[in-house]
């Protein structure tokens, strides 16, 4: 015992007093306390839950597991191999010390340091979570019990179990690297564990997880914030942990008895080696003994002999060790998880196109990338001296360069491999899947260009990093540091590429390939560059050679390396930093106008300080739109003028109105006729114009403008991707004046809000708002006359809402002029490309996809799937607007789809390039932004609360309803299910309090649910004809505009009165049911079974927060019997299945089925709001033989 | 050839490796005699370019040592006082390696590389990797590497210490082979090493040189004052108080006793001096020798 006590005092001891261990500390302290203070974004929560209650904390406390493997592996490996490393061993191993005294002894030496550094971590965030300049309405009420329970059921466990496992490998196969294998195979198990984890499965994989950050995820999955706040996980999480204690203690256990005090070379567990060369020793001749005088060279070409040399040594280095084949192990599977993980919407298969392909270059390799920049320059430079021939080779006459840019260059080399690796791998998936057009030169430019110069930068940090350090650990402590600091930069609003050491992801489009990202990117390769030869320059004059007794000494060796060979390299270096970095300087700050993430943010601030007391002042609005705009594709330039007549809509005269013009555009001429412009902003974009004689209601004016928009150079941040040289998609607002007040603009989050000065954020106008019941977006209160003249380049076609008037080439151009055949909203489309077109018809309606040659797979799937929906939609809602509808293909910068008159813009990486078989070949895009042409569209809800339940939820119930109408009803029960999950889950993400549906203020998943339920309760036919009635009533009104109120109404007045308290409690209320089969029997009758089902069903109403209370229950619920007996039942045809009426508390349930039933269960697709419905079906009992 | 000039060297916390140290170190073997501290290592990494003083100067040659570190690495041999190898790499692989970074490329490696194997015995164990060798053929394979691209200066720190007497025989064979057209410098503790091979001699203290010169000189120089005496183990204490006692030898059971004194001390016989009695009253002379021991 004192033996054992002695041995760990005296490992404290030395642990304590290593530089590393100060610097860890110190490191952990201050990312917690950065992360808790908000500068640096660790864990992604809600902005309601309170960052000192135990869910913010686990939030980044599991995220910070992974950093926080370094320091203990550090430790534990230490510990245990530092006797083989200093030469120690032969001194302690002959004393008569047992060996499992020793080395347990040395592992509570290592765990205590560790939890130090655990201590110290929380230790920061608590500071931080005082700290005066925070948002404190985040900040709950001190309570010691959160941070109690995160050391005792995260911390202490967690470092307990990697402390234990670690230490383990340490003792067994006495190798660092091998001890970091093990740390990287933990991170990989939690990262596949994460990925693969699908509610319904997930538990194991949650007991499992090694971070546990999954168990945290699924025991908290449908919880609100209210519950975030108030309560502590005491269920998967502290069992994961309990789990892995037990594992730990298993390993430890192990090593314990297996570790032996001897210097054998043999460690218990170790790769064994082939021996070679034995065999071949005595085959070789043995050369006569002779006087040699060599010829020694120093020619420049023997100086790269003497590198090939070094190199060929220092790459061995890497390639004969086991962890370079463990990191390649790591990226294959990475890769493949991000392959199956690729999947567009309703997670559908996407075919693995090269462009689809080379995201995963970054995504899916930047983690091995960073494993092997921390790792293996540690392993490379400090290697001289681990192995201690540095005084021999330090001694040679190589010259001073050599050992760093070897270093270097192997590293840049073994990166290169992995990035041919990651090539191949994809190629390899795209061949498994059938698809064989490898593109092999877009690979090569991509993995090598584009990603593989970055990640040899990245290993060049790291390399002069080591360079410096004393030790190694040191030095990867120090990297490590680098590698979190500098995503966080831009984080922490330094986003300036000139300041953001890196280059930056570049999207690579079929459409308009690397397009305008090349230049800057290029640019950034030679300023980053440079900097990297600065630094490896600055690593040549630092890097030992001999000993150094001070830094002075060093520092003076330096000095004398500092030749004019060097001062030259270093001069050149330099002159191209700060060449390029002006170039860049000039294209990102003057040809263009650079601001700081906060300066935006003060921008919009201002703005709305400025002006914001306009944003009600009554506006004329778009009585008709003549315009024209000249597209030039290669310039990234767009010319758009033309005159615009302006109505009074209000019951008031107008004497002065703003117009709101995007301020990237460059204003050339614009005029109000009777009208003097009072005020104007060009830097924002306000123009305040005055009457001359206030504009009386019903009279109207002209406004004519010129403006261009240009792309000069490139900049600093968020390019535009909307002017491109191959799918320009721009709006109106993008490219014109808007009459009005740009509220777009606003900051919406109002902790943001109050750093900049701003009150809160209006929450969304209340239901019924006189006020804004005349205005549909900023801009509009109507609908106009449109007409538009569009020129583009001869290759391309330009595209806009309305009728093709005519289209002809002048100039060396291509003409076309669109005009509306009747008025509809200003949200113009303006589309222009190399399309290819295909052409169909809808009874009278034009149907056109404009697609990129590349993407031809879908073509035939979206024209059937329009047709299909314009169908339903107009036999189910009302006939179709419009004579045409033209889907248009957009550059991958565009997410998703958009709908306007007629137009869908669809991006390339969406609808265009899925694997459609998994849905019937039905594109489930093209349904939903065609249902907008009726909810969005025709019905045009007023911006207030309940507004998507005009729009969006409509929409989704639309989607659903026509899925239901045509397919089998395993796709409607899937997007049910799909729903139900996405509703439960957005609850613990609200960020404001929850509404009920009727004054809901975002897009959610509950609005289709309970439409749908709505309508499997009282029939299709009566919720449709209410639809119907709706649409006849409010199709094209936008003064005043419908509400979610008009809707309500709508359904109220057709469903009846026994329906009407399910109305109110599907829409007006937020209400949860607890459904659970609590026995099911059957016994056989004539003709059949009856099954017996006895129930428990409860009704709960929750508040904004999700605190509920129980209420009595009368409702209608789906009962169902299945002969078969999967989980998923989404897919079967039940036997049984009627609507019952259920009350709160047990009651019983008889019904009869024709075959014999094998389960029993309540609302099984779904289609009511329940947490948990794992308790709704119970497998019935076997049926005696015998009947009665 | 080699000029050591006023090199001093403190390091931080005071220590001070080398005072002022001045020597003269022509072509053939140099040694350079010291106990453990006295700053020999600190001297042969100096000359070695991989530490610097803090003044002084060192040429070589003509060359300004402290100013061109290349051009001496280019006709330096040097074997350290301990060195490794890279692990997993043979001996043969370590020693082409070396002779790369020696400037010796071609067709001409392989065989100097060879070559050397040969001559220091090592050619059987060329496939073994260095960090499994033995403490002589480790050695063997350290003056192997020191020997490539034949230095003109070769500097081998404590080279001996822990080779039984037929590898220390043979280590000392090739450095007496070599020695004849190099400045060799061998730093030792071991005097019988120094006695047997070479030429000139420095003796080294406390960073100091105390002595220099050639051996058979400074033997010579003491010719006269050195007595012996073989006593019982209960006299020697007595001796010791009246006399300077250089060494005190078993011999046969008994202890044989030498003493410095000019006048024949009471008792005692004349002996004839060896280099370690130099070495020995030398450092008596400067306090570094415990007389009472």
Not at chain 1, 538 to 559: I, K, T, V
Not at chain 1, 661 to 682: G, H
Request: aromatic share 10%; charged share 20%.
């Amino acid at each position: 015992m004192r033996a054992l006590l002695e041995v760990m005092q005296f490992e404290i001891r030395y642990q304590l007093r290593s530089p590393f261990f100060l610097g860890a500390l110190l490191m952990f302290a201050l990312i917690h306390f950065l992360s808790f203070t908000g500068v640096v974004n660790i864990g992604d929560i809600s902005n309601q839950v309170a960052i000192n209650r135990a869910y913010a904390m686990l939030n980044t406390e599991l995220a910070l597991f992974i950093f926080g493997m370094l320091p203990i592996v550090a430790f534990v490996t230490t510990a245990i191999t530092r006797d083989f490393e200093h030469a120690t061993a032969s001194l302690i191993y002959v004393t008569p010390i047992s060996p499992r005294t020793f080395a347990l002894g040395r592992f509570l030496g290592a765990l205590s340091p560790a939890l130090l550094i655990g201590l110290a971590g929380l230790l920061g965030a608590m500071i931080g979570t005082f700290m005066p300049w925070l948002d404190q309405e985040r900040i709950a009420p001190f309570s010691l019990l959160p941070w109690a329970y995160i050391f005792f059921v995260v911390i202490l466990p967690s470092t307990l179990v990697l402390c234990a496992i670690f230490f383990s490998v340490a003792a067994l196969t006495r190798s660092f690297a091998l001890t970091y294998a093990a740390a990287m195979a933990f991170f990989v198990a939690d990262v596949l564990l994460n990925l693969y984890a699908k509610p319904g499965n997930d538990t194991w994989f949650a007991l499992a997880d090694p971070s546990a950050r999954l168990a945290v995820a699924v025991e908290t999955r449908y919880w609100t914030v209210a519950e975030l706040n108030a309560n502590l996980p005491w269920g998967l999480l502290p069992q994961n942990r309990l789990l892995w204690l037990m594992v730990a203690l298993a390993a430890l256990l192990l090593a314990l008895l297996r570790f032996r005090l001897d210097l054998a070379e043999k460690a218990p567990f170790r790769f064994k080696r082939r021996s070679r060369g034995a065999a071949t020793t005595q085959q070789t001749r043995r050369p006569a003994k002779q006087k040699i005088t060599p010829v020694q060279s120093f020619s420049p070409r023997a100086s790269f002999a003497q590198f090939v040399s070094q190199l060929k040594l220092d790459l061995s280095c890497v390639l004969k060790s086991p962890l370079i084949y463990i990191i390649l192990a790591l990226e294959i599977i990475n890769l493949i998880g991000e392959f199956q993980g690729n999947v567009g919407l309703l997670n559908t298969p996407l075919y693995p196109l090269t462009s689809q392909m080379l995201p995963f270059l970054r995504v899916g390799m930047l983690g091995p990338i960073l494993l092997v920049g921390l790792w293996y320059p540690a392993e490379l430079i400090h290697r001289e001296r681990a192995s201690g021939i540095d005084e021999i080779i330090n001694a040679s006459p190589f010259p001073d360069w050599l050992m760093i840019l070897s270093k270097t260059t192997a590293l840049c080399v073994v990166v290169n491999a992995l990035m041919l690796v990651a090539v191949g791998a994809s190629m390899a998936w795209q061949a498994a899947a059938g698809y064989t057009n490898f593109e092999p030169g877009l690979y090569l430019q991509s993995a090598f260009i584009y990603n593989g110069i970055y990640y040899c930068m990245l290993c060049a940090l790291a390399v002069v990093i080591q360079a410096i350090s004393p030790n190694k650990w040191m030095g990867m402590l120090l990297t490590l540091g680098v590698y979190i600091a500098l995503p966080s930069l831009a984080l922490m609003g330094f986003d300036h590429a000139l300041i953001n050491f890196g280059i930056p992801e570049a999207v690579y489009s079929d459409m308009n390939g690397f397009g305008h990202v090349a230049k800057p990117v290029f640019s950034l390769i030679a300023y980053w560059g440079a900097f990297c030869v600065l630094l490896l320059i600055a690593g040549l004059l630092l890097y030992p050679r001999g000993n150094y007794s001070s830094a002075r000494e060093r520092l003076r060796d330096a000095r004398a390396r500092f030749g004019a060979g060097v001062r030259g390299a270093a001069g050149l270096a330099a002159i191209a930093f700060i060449g390029v970095g002006g170039w860049i300087f000039y294209n990102t700050n003057i040809l263009n106008e650079y601001l700081t993430p906060y300066k935006r943010l003060q921008r919009k601030a201002d703005y709305e300080k400025a002006y914001g007391r306009h944003e009600d002042a009554p506006s004329p609005s778009y009585d008709s739109i003549d315009m024209a705009i000249d597209i030039f594709p290669e310039e990234r330039r767009l010319e758009s003028r033309g005159s615009a007549i302006l109505g009074n809509h209000k019951k008031a005269p107008i004497s002065e109105f703003v117009v709101s013009v995007n301020p990237a555009l460059r204003m050339n001429q614009m005029a109000v006729e009777n009208a003097t412009l009072a005020q104007s902003d060009k830097a924002q974009g306000f123009y305040l114009y005055r009457f001359n004689a206030a504009l009386a209601p019903g009279a109207t004016v002209k406004m004519t403008w010129n403006v261009t928009c240009r792309n000069e150079g490139f900049v600093a941040a968020d390019p535009d991707n909307k002017v491109v040289a191959n799918g320009v998609y721009v709006n109106n607002i993008d490219v014109t004046p808007i009459p009005g007040y740009d509220n777009n603009r606003r900051i919406t989050d109002n902790a943001q809000r109050r750093k900049y000065g701003l009150p809160p954020a209006p929450r969304t106008a209340a239901l019924g708002d006189p006020a804004r019941l005349y205005k549909l977006a900023f801009g509009v209160d109507s609908r106009t006359d449109f007409e538009i003249v569009l020129s583009t380049s001869a290759d391309q076609i330009a595209v806009a809402p309305g009728v093709l008037q005519k289209e002809w080439r002048q100039g060396g151009r291509r003409y076309f002029h669109y005009k509306a055949e009747a008025p509809i909203l200003p949200y113009i489309s303006i589309n222009s490309a190399r399309y290819e077109v295909a052409r169909d018809r809808w009874n009278d309606v034009e149907l056109e996809i404009y697609y990129d040659p590349k993407h031809p797979f879908n073509i035939a799937a979206m024209m059937a799937t329009a047709k299909r929906a314009l169908e339903f939609f107009s036999k189910e809602f009302a006939p179709y607007e419009y004579s045409y509808l033209r889907i248009l293909e957009c550059p991958r910068y565009l997410k998703g789809a958009r709908f306007h008159p007629g137009t869908v813009p669809y991006s390339e990486g969406a609808g265009f390039v899925n694997d459609l078989r998994e849905w019937e070949n039905v594109d489930y895009g093209v349904i939903h932004e065609l249902a907008h042409m009726w909810w969005g569209l025709r019905i045009t809800g007023a911006q207030m609360q309940g507004r998507q339940m005009l729009n969006e939820n409509m929409v989704e119930y639309a989607t659903q309803m026509l899925f239901r109408e045509y397919y089998p009803p395993v796709y409607i029960n899937r997007l049910t299910r799909g729903r139900l999950g996405g509703y439960l889950d957005s609850r613990s993400d609200e960020d404001e309090a929850e509404l009920p549906l009727m004054y809901a203020e975002e897009r959610g998943h509950k609005g289709p649910l309970a439409l749908y339920a709505l309508q499997d309760i009282i029939g299709k036919e009566k919720l449709h004809q209410a639809l119907r009635n709706f649409l006849r009533d409010y199709s094209f009104q936008t003064s005043p505009c419908p509400t979610s109120r008009d809707l309500i109404n709508a359904l109220r007045a057709e469903a009846g009165p026994e329906y009407q308290q399910l109305i109110t409690d599907l829409f007006e209320r937020i209400v949860l049911y607890d459904l659970q089969v609590d026995a099911a029997s059957a016994r056989k009758v004539d003709g059949g079974y009856e099954v017996t089902i006895e129930v428990t069903a409860r009704q709960f109403e929750a508040d904004g927060r999700g605190k509920e209370t129980e209420e009595p229950l009368d409702s209608w619920f789906d009962v169902a019997v299945f002969a078969e007996t999967r989980e998923n039942l989404d897919g079967v045809t039940p036997l049984y299945i009627a609507k019952h009426r259920l009350r709160s508390g047990k009651q019983v349930l008889t019904v009869r089925t024709s075959e014999r039933p094998g389960i029993a269960a309540l609302d099984p697709f779904h289609k009511r709001v329940e947490r948990s419905a794992e308790n709704n079906s119970r497998i019935i009992a076997a049926p005696p033989i015998t009947g009665p | 050839m080699l000029n050591l000039t006023g090199i001093s060297k403190t390091y931080p916390g005071g220590t001070q490796a080398l005072q002022d140290i001045h020597l003269d170190v022509p072509r053939g073997m140099f040694g350079l005699l010291g106990p453990n501290g006295a700053g020999k290592s600190t001297l042969m990494r100096t000359v070695a370019t991989l530490q610097q003083p803090d003044r002084g100067s060192i040429t070589f040659n003509g060359i300004d040592i402290l100013q061109d570190k290349t051009a001496l690495r280019r006709t330096l041999g040097y074997l350290p006082q301990e060195f490794g190898a890279y692990p997993r790499t043979s001996a043969l692989a370590m020693l082409r390696h070396l002779a790369a970074l020696k400037g010796i490329h071609g067709s001409q490696r392989q065989q100097v590389v060879e070559n050397l194997l040969v001559k220091t015995n090592l050619w059987d164990a060329r496939n073994k990797s260095v960090d499994k060798f033995s403490g002589g053929m480790k050695q063997r394979f350290g003056i192997a590497q020191a020997l490539l691209g034949n230095p003109t200066l070769l500097i081998v720190d404590e080279p001996t210490a822990g080779l039984d007497p037929a590898e220390r025989r043979r280590f000392l064979n090739v450095l007496a082979e070599v020695g004849e057209e190099t400045v060799v410098i061998l730093s030792t503790h071991i005097v019988d090493d120094v006695e047997e091979l070479c030429a000139q001699v420095a003796i080294m203290g406390r960073g100091r040189i105390l002595k220099a010169g050639e051996p058979l000189q400074m033997i010579r120089e003491m010719n006269g004052k050195l007595w012996a005496r073989v006593v019982k183990r209960e006299e020697v204490a007595e001796i010791r108080a009246r006399h300077t006692v250089l060494s005190t030898r078993l011999k046969a059971g008994s202890t044989e006793i030498r003493a410095l004194s000019d006048t024949q001390p009471e008792g005692m016989q004349p002996a004839a001096p060896e280099l370690e009695d130099v070495y020995f009253s030398t450092l008596i002379e400067h306090n570094l020798k415990d007389n009472l021991e």
